[in-house]
């Protein structure tokens, strides 16, 4: 598509409508509040993939690289049906072409970065004089891609904290890798469209290795410099689904577990989806049948739960009648099967031979209530994987971190001139920073400083990773997760 065309429409005319003379336009992107009241900060992430495909791929592919005929007529075309015969001059795109690149800076913080609201990720302005109206040209678009990213980022790390937080209550201070593979991203068949999965799924694998969303990891080694030769991206298990065990038949569902286990995938982990018909014979009368094949498996096998309560099923409903199996909850029940091992915490983990995953309707509410009533009943957090699916990853808008693209300064005829917005009717959360931006580092917190000087401007974390035309300062995925896990 040509990327003239991905904006709102009213951004097509604003050209004219800034003051005559008008030379640079300096705008910033920023969360600018969170409507999460668990969490208040946020992990930037996604202005790479930004970079490089839209304002380098896209914009060569789709502007640059094709006949200045062509891409004026497609985008006059456009422009006339919509607005009206000549409503829109076309002069400066014609120059705009002429030029060859996108004459504009894009600073932003070290993707991976936590930030508060208020502290700009993004800034943008022109390079040359005569394409000023290019800054707030793009932002449309850079709304469009950049608020899902960072969302799901920080939606993952806030798994991963509580992970983390349990882990060391329950197994270990500092053996607790298994982390990386608790949280296990199911959401790609509900998100909106191939795109939105996988930047949303990239941003998963911010903070785990599990997925089973293919199309992350190319991602990753797409846009992130990551290569699945030398580090792991991602992973993921054999696993069935209820087609399989549908066709092997109700009353020969144990044959289908000894095929799996036995035949199948004699070792090695395997995950079989348990509840397609009664998940309590499964857990109370298969497996103990089962028991001997599955010690002697150079494996695990993980038993997948996939509807009804997850914290009932999982550990137990209190309701129930007192000694049954919905009474005691999956792990309670296996752990009487097959048991385990105690943790240097002093709680019970099963046989590494077996497991238990849950993916359906997880939420971070459901997550700690999940590992808090398993801590209550003296059990760790590694006996269960918790899948995150869209209903997580989806349930979720631009407005949640209120992400928002601003002008806050400018120079017209070269003068300096700081702007900003406040309005009276609002409660403060659209007020803007004013001038040249800064953000630093003080006590381990990211401050704005504001109405700065150019060389403060230059100053600071954020840093250029797009100028005129070309990438700089590219990161790359071990990068992103390095800084991360130090912010644990």
């Known amino acids: 598509m040509n990327p003239l065309m991905l904006i709102d429409f009213y951004k097509a005319d604003h050209r004219r409508q800034y003051p005559e003379g008008t030379e640079m336009v300096y705008s910033n992107f920023t969360p600018r509040k969170s409507r999460l009241a668990e969490n208040d900060k946020l992990v930037f992430f996604g202005l790479q993939y930004f970079v490089k495909e839209y304002l380098i791929k896209q914009w060569n592919e789709g502007f640059f690289n094709l006949p200045k005929e062509k891409v ?15 409503s829109i001059p076309i002069e400066h795109i014609s120059d705009l072409h002429d030029l060859g690149y996108l004459p504009l800076v894009v600073k932003g913080l070290p993707e991976g970065t936590i930030v508060n609201p208020k502290i700009p990720v993004v800034t943008v302005y022109n390079t040359q004089p005569r394409f000023f109206w290019l800054t707030n040209y793009l932002e449309s678009l850079m709304s469009a891609i950049l608020w899902k990213p960072s969302t799901s980022a920080t939606t993952a790390f806030q798994y991963r904290k509580t992970f983390n937080e349990y882990a060391k209550n329950t197994v270990s201070d500092t053996n607790i890798d298994f982390v990386y593979w608790q949280g296990h991203d199911f959401s790609f068949r509900g998100m909106s469209g191939i795109e939105d999965a996988c930047i949303s799924a ?12 293919v199309p992350a990891i190319d991602f990753h080694e797409m846009y992130y410099a990551a290569n699945s030769d030398k580090e792991l991206i991602g992973g993921s298990v054999p696993a069935t689904e209820h087609s399989v065990m549908c066709m092997g038949t109700k009353d020969n569902e144990i044959g289908t577990f ?66 049954s199996p919905e009474y005691k909850g999956a792990i309670e029940c296996m752990w009487e099967t097959f048991g385990g091992t105690i943790t240097e915490k002093g709680y019970k983990l099963l046989d590494s031979h077996i497991g238990l995953i849950y993916g359906d309707s997880i939420t971070m509410q459901r997550q700690k209530a999940i ?11 590694f006996n269960v994987v918790l899948g995150i699916g869209s209903y997580t990853y989806e349930y979720v808008t631009r407005d949640t971190f209120g992400f928002a693209m601003k002008a806050t300064y400018g120079e017209v005829n070269g003068e300096g001139r700081n702007i900003f917005k406040d309005p009276k009717t609002d409660d403060g959360t659209k007020k803007s920073a004013k001038g040249l931006l800064q953000v630093t580092e003080q006590n381990g917190s990211l401050v704005l400083k504001d109405e700065c000087s150019w060389a403060e401007e230059k100053g600071g974390l954020l840093q250029v990773v797009f100028e005129n035309g070309k990438l700089v300062n590219e990161q790359r995925l071990s990068e992103i997760r390095e800084r991360i896990n130090r912010q644990l």
């Open 371 to 381: 590992l808090e009533g398993l801590k209550e009943k003296g059990f760790a957090s």
């Open 258 to 323: 000894e095929r799996l286990i036995s035949e199948l995938y004699p070792s090695g982990i395997v995950s079989i989806v348990s509840d397609t018909w009664d998940f309590w014979q499964v857990i109370t009368e298969y497996l103990p049948k089962l028991k001997n094949k599955i010690l002697a498996r150079n494996g695990k096998v993980v038993i997948r739960p996939d509807s009804g309560d997850p914290i009932k099923i999982i550990v137990g409903d209190k309701d129930a009648k007192p000694g």
């Open 202 to 213: 990239a941003g998963h694998l911010l903070s785990f290795y599990g997925t089973d969303t």
């Open 72 to 86: 004026l007529a497609d985008y006059k075309r456009r422009m006339d049906n919509a607005l009206g015969k000549d």
